[in-house]
């Protein structure tokens, strides 16, 4: 994609991977809140793009599509961190949610259903749906769970060469044999999410093309599914406790 002055064509390169900065964006949106917009993370992504055109040497060693890819997605995650895009109110709901699940989890002897983790936080079963999707920026590791300050910058934190990499941190504590026995043990349905996503590396709406069920309710099994796993790496750190003596609300609803 050269002019015949072998300069980059501009043009053509903008066109070409336009797809692609769609795609990182649909990809990075199952890690944000709700309340972040696709159009706005297409839109830093593709002034990435320029960015990485504008800079690109063959004598970076990289071919240009790795050399946009970093580029692109850094332009993203500056405009997110621009917009406070983590706001710790949901870090508060989501240590609920992982308070209620330990807590079941020990008194039952296996995951609780939704119904019961709602039950368990007394809410409506819809109202703990709707925590779940509005909380899809839910990460399994965060730096505050290996230090005292939690006034860090998310984005800044996972940084790329940033030191005390969360999730090496996590692997050095010998703790990955414990992630892999979670993973193992999240319901059928919430683990095929997990694998679309994290292996197969599929966007939300791919995999609830897959599964038969919206973008929206993957979104809800994604959050779900961190939340456990955050649970048994976790226990109970920082986490309130279910409510105990207290029937659900929707405990003659249908799910």
């Known amino acids: ?5 072998g300069t980059l064509d501009r043009d053509q390169l903008v066109t070409h991977y336009a797809p692609l900065v769609k795609r990182i964006a649909y990809h ?6 709700a309340s972040v917009q696709v159009d706005d993370i297409i839109q830093n992504g593709m002034i990435g793009l320029l960015d990485a055109i504008s800079r690109y040497e063959e004598g970076l060693g990289a071919q240009f599509e790795t050399y946009a890819v970093q580029r692109i997605r850094g332009a993203m995650l500056d405009g997110l961190r621009e917009n406070d895009w983590l706001p ?3 870090r508060r709901d989501m240590r ?3 308070g209620a699940i330990h807590e079941l989890e020990q008194r039952h002897g296996r995951p609780p259903t939704e119904r019961e983790l709602a039950g368990a936080m007394d809410m409506e079963l819809a109202d703990y749906q709707k925590m779940l999707q509005d909380a899809r920026g839910h990460q399994l590791v965060y730096f505050e769970d290996f230090t005292e300050d939690s006034d860090d ?3 800044e934190r996972h940084a790329a060469g940033h030191e005390g990499d969360p999730l090496d941190a ?3 504590q010998n703790m990955r044999d414990v992630l892999v026995n979670a993973i193992d043990d999240l319901p059928e349905r919430e683990k095929l999410v997990m694998g679309l996503y994290y292996e197969e590396d599929l966007n939300l709406r791919e995999i609830g093309e897959v599964l038969g069920v919206s973008e929206s309710r993957v979104c809800q099994l994604h959050s779900q599914a961190v939340a456990r796993l955050r649970s048994r790496i976790h226990g109970t750190k920082g986490a309130p406790k279910a409510r105990r003596g207290r029937p659900p609300k929707h405990a003659n609803k249908a799910a």
């Open 1 to 5: 994609m050269y002019t015949a002055s």
């Open 28 to 33: 990075l949106m199952a890690k944000l809140p």
């Open 88 to 90: 710790r109110s949901l």
């Open 96 to 98: 609920r949610i992982e």
């Open 153 to 155: 910058d998310f984005l």
């Open 170 to 172: 996590l692997l050095d």
